[in-house]
């Protein structure tokens, strides 16, 4: 697609469950990135995977998130048993590494909501 | 480990002023230098990036940043504002090649009173 993409946009989840979330990123971008971002807060960076290379977990805040790239393709963000704490945008972002550099293109996000 | 400090949570300027967004960053070697914009309801947008060259860059909108490698800093810069510039600023800094994560600031939350 043109854009990154990422669904679902806007998921409302009861506190426990387990959520998925998915990143189509821009063709030919090896890098992908989830950042987090929270009402009235900055964006919190997540996880980061380029190419083939083991990922960047360090900003992963617990062991009930984790996140594949299958491919070097598509990503998931799994979060289990979910608490209201987790209730973020989730920013799903790639990279272009042409020439002009690594410019970060975003998704519109999943808005989650543990309720 | 890289970061980024943007000491003003929040700015309000009159219409037509000029602006500047504070911006310091912690990075061990060359950085690449980012400010993205995020207005109401919308994604991310970058506005400029600093990689090398010129340490004054020009950006959309009218923005420009200047690099100060003494001073650590990558502050933004508007000669006039106008209200739809009113939205978060968020400055960023990542590796060289490309192959480095990106690390955000907090934001600055911009407002333009007529």
């Known amino acids: 697609g043109a854009g990154v993409s990422q669904s679902p946009s806007n998921k409302v989840t009861e506190k426990g469950k387990d959520v998925e979330l998915r990143c189509d990123p821009i063709s030919g971008h090896t890098a992908l990135y989830w950042y987090r971002q929270s009402l009235g807060q900055g964006l919190e960076f997540l996880i980061y995977?380029?190419?083939?290379?083991?990922?960047?977990k360090s900003g992963l805040p617990s062991d009930r998130f984790s996140a594949e790239r299958t491919g070097g393709s598509v990503s998931t963000l799994t979060i289990q048993r979910t608490q209201q704490e987790d209730s973020a945008v989730y920013l799903c972002?790639?990279?272009?590494?042409?020439?002009?550099?690594?410019?970060?293109?975003f998704g519109e996000g999943s808005w989650l909501t543990v309720v | 480990a890289q970061s980024v400090t943007q000491p003003d949570i929040h700015i309000t300027v009159s219409e037509g002023a000029s602006l500047e967004l504070r911006c310091n960053y912690s990075?061990?070697?060359?950085?690449?230098l980012f400010w993205y914009v995020q207005s109401p309801g919308q994604g991310l947008q970058l506005l400029l990036k600093?990689?090398?060259?010129?340490?004054l860059v020009q950006g959309i909108k009218g923005f420009e940043a200047e690099f100060k490698r003494s001073q650590s800093s990558f502050n933004l810069r508007k000669p006039s504002v106008h209200w739809s510039d009113a939205a978060e600023y968020f400055c960023?800094?990542?590796?060289?090649?490309?192959?480095?994560?990106?690390?955000f600031g907090t934001g600055t939350k911009l407002q333009v009173i007529p």
């Open positions: 990075y061990g070697a060359t950085p690449y």
């Open positions: 960023a800094v990542g590796g060289p090649g490309g192959y480095q994560k990106v690390t």
């Open positions: 600093y990689f090398s060259g010129d340490t």
């Open positions: 995977f380029q190419g083939n290379s083991a990922p960047d």
């Open positions: 972002a790639t990279v272009d590494r042409g020439d002009s550099g690594n410019t970060i293109y």
